[in-house]
């Protein structure tokens, strides 16, 4: 399935879901009585705020000179680019690990033990090369061939950065006790994904310009963080118990799948034999965001932590997602206003909108419904239900 095709399905989506909060907003003022009372600032303040961090933006671009006077020139591009990469890079590893932070309500992470997992991952991606270039040297290599690139994104990708991703975990698991709740294995290994990301993200954004911050912000980063939480689930299972199998075999299995994810993820997008089929890897995305979702829940219900007095405010969540998600969507849209022109921005809007509104949209709506309940492990099921979050 070709991704524009992907991408058009879920804005239909996207767009019925807003038709159907609409009405439903409309239905709820008809039985109103006090009609004043219903336009208060709490119903509406997600959309409001989607409109403001939107339109602040595209005012400045197109009804000031806030192109011209800050207009980045070729020379001035030239030599700070890797700075503007790095600096964004850091804001999107920062917007996530906030967020994880944000929601481990039950016994706050210790900040020394957040920074060194992040420092050691950092430093072992920066030799990630080493092990690509000892698979590369034997010949197992990405090819034109469909099954030996499945392979290799698997065995070779899949196998190498979810190592580097992991090693960290372990590192902290081993040497420290900053692990001792269900959630800490989740929170860890996105963490560890999280620094990972940052020297990937800040390679891509040098190479390829910053103006494809939106790609690595709401997808690479994300699925960093997903794959690497299946092997910290997989721990969760056998440490406390929630599972009958070995803990060896539950080890292995989640290893596997995480690798396999990864290589599947990366399969549709870097095979030209299968490209006119990526748009499965946007559809795959969507379906880790719930799992991985789905085992942040089932972690928080089993800490060891629990109080019932204690609950994730999903509002605050969602207000964060919005500011900050699409505070980087709209950082995109500057840059290529300050770097060519505002028409070249306007289009690279409305092209980016197609591509990832939705995605904004769900990433928003999904990771934001937190149900706490003491003890409950809601088992990991997929059903085309998971494409049509729920908007409040």
């Given at each position: 399935m070709q991704?524009n095709?992907?991408f058009?399905l879920l804005?239909i989506?996207g767009l ?9 907003q409309?239905?709820?003022y008809?039985?109103?009585a006090n ?6 600032f709490k119903r ?8 403001v961090?939107?339109s ?7 009804s000031?000179n ?5 207009h980045i020139n070729?020379n001035n ?8 990469a ?5 804001c ?8 994880i932070?944000k ?10 033990y957040?920074?060194l997992?992040?420092?050691l991952?950092?430093?072992f991606t920066?030799?990630a090369e ?16 469909p ?5 290799y ?7 190498i950065?979810e190592t580097?991703?992991f ?9 420290t006790?900053?692990i001792d ?16 990301a ?7 954004l040098?190479s390829?310009g910053?103006d494809?911050i939106?790609?690595?912000?709401l ?6 963080m997903t ?5 910290g689930?997989?721990?969760f299972?056998?440490t406390h118990?929630k599972t ?7 080890f292995l299995?989640?290893?596997l ?12 997008l870097i ?7 990526s ?5 795959f995305?969507?379906a ?5 979702f ?17 609950r994730?405010?999903?509002?605050r ?11 980087l ?6 840059y290529?206003?300050l770097v ?9 809007f409305i ?5 990832y509104?939705?995605?904004l949209?769900?990433l928003i709506?999904?990771?934001s419904?937190f149900?706490l ?6 088992p990991?099921r997929l059903s085309?239900s ?6 409040k």
């Amino acid at each position: 399935m070709q991704q524009n095709v992907v991408f058009l399905l879920l804005d239909i989506i996207g767009l019925g879901l807003l038709v159907k909060w609409s009405y439903l907003q409309v239905k709820a003022y008809k039985i109103t009585a006090n009609k004043k009372v219903f336009f208060s600032f709490k119903r509406f303040k997600f959309p409001l705020l989607i409109l403001v961090i939107i339109s602040i933006p595209l005012l400045l671009v197109n009804s000031t000179n806030f192109e011209e006077v800050f207009h980045i020139n070729a020379n001035n591009l030239q030599q700070n680019s890797l700075y503007y990469a790095i600096l964004l890079s850091f804001c999107i590893s920062f917007v996530w690990l906030l967020y994880i932070y944000k929601i481990d309500v039950f016994e706050k992470e210790q900040k020394r033990y957040i920074l060194l997992i992040i420092l050691l991952s950092s430093i072992f991606t920066l030799f990630a090369e080493v092990p690509y270039n000892l698979l590369h040297h034997i010949g197992f290599t990405n090819t034109e061939h469909p099954l030996q690139s499945f392979l290799y994104c698997v065995f070779g990708i899949g196998f190498i950065e979810e190592t580097i991703k992991f090693i960290p975990l372990l590192i902290i698991l081993k040497f420290t006790k900053a692990i001792d709740e269900p959630y800490d294995y989740i929170f860890y290994a996105s963490a560890s994904a999280l620094g990972f990301a940052f020297i990937e993200n800040a390679m891509y954004l040098y190479s390829h310009g910053i103006d494809i911050i939106n790609a690595r912000a709401l997808y690479a980063t994300v699925a960093h963080m997903t794959f690497s939480s299946v092997i910290g689930y997989g721990l969760f299972l056998t440490t406390h118990k929630k599972t009958k199998f070995p803990a060896g075999i539950v080890f292995l299995i989640m290893y596997l799948l995480s690798m396999v994810s990864h290589g599947f993820y990366d399969f549709w997008l870097i095979n030209e034999a299968v490209a006119e089929y990526s748009g499965l890897t946007t559809l795959f995305f969507l379906a880790t965001v719930h799992i991985w979702f789905v085992m942040k829940n089932n972690t928080l219900n089993n800490s060891n932590y629990y109080k019932k007095s204690i609950r994730i405010d999903n509002d605050r969540i969602k207000v964060y997602l919005i500011f900050s998600l699409l505070g980087l969507f709209m950082c995109s849209y500057l840059y290529v206003a300050l770097v060519w022109d505002a028409f070249e921005a306007n289009i690279f809007f409305i092209k980016s909108a197609f591509a990832y509104g939705y995605i904004l949209l769900y990433l928003i709506a999904t990771l934001s419904r937190f149900n706490l309940i003491e003890g409950i492990l809601k088992p990991i099921r997929l059903s085309i239900s998971f494409l049509f979050p729920k908007l409040k």
